[in-house]
Nanobody, 122 residues
């Protein structure tokens, strides 16, 4: 049974940092990719980042390049999203999701976590 559990969201001031965690069970990260997808109120889901442990490849949306970093701890089967220089427009519910093979569009992920709220506000 696949289970993804996110943690680490919260309220942070603009310019601040947060680290999100996605603890995965029931999947082998050697074959499954982990993506971070966010959804703000009234907006479509946006693929933020993705990592493939099999070849170490990563993907970042243009809106977060240079500010967010995705990483994997294979021993813990956990993926992290370090978010720096946060902006109010980063406010959203952040989900981690997984699929076999390659990183893809949000609609292509098969399993999702419950989401964690990130609010960037002064």
């Amino acid at each position: 049974q696949v289970q993804l559990v996110e943690s680490g969201g919260g309220l942070v001031q603009p310019g601040g940092s947060l680290r999100l965690s996605c603890a995965a069970s029931g999947v082998n990260l050697d074959y499954y990719v982990i993506g971070w997808i966010r959804q703000a109120p009234g907006k479509e889901r946006e693929g933020v980042s993705c990592v493939s442990s099999s070849d170490g490849s990563t993907y970042y949306a243009d809106s977060v390049k240079g500010r967010f970093t995705i990483s994997t701890d294979n021993a813990k089967n956990t993926v992290y999203l370090q978010m720096n220089s946060l902006k109010p427009e980063d406010t959203a519910v952040y989900y981690c999701a997984t699929r076999w093979g390659l990183c893809g569009r949000p609609s292509e992920y098969d399993y999702w976590g419950q989401g964690t709220q990130v609010t960037v506000s002064s």
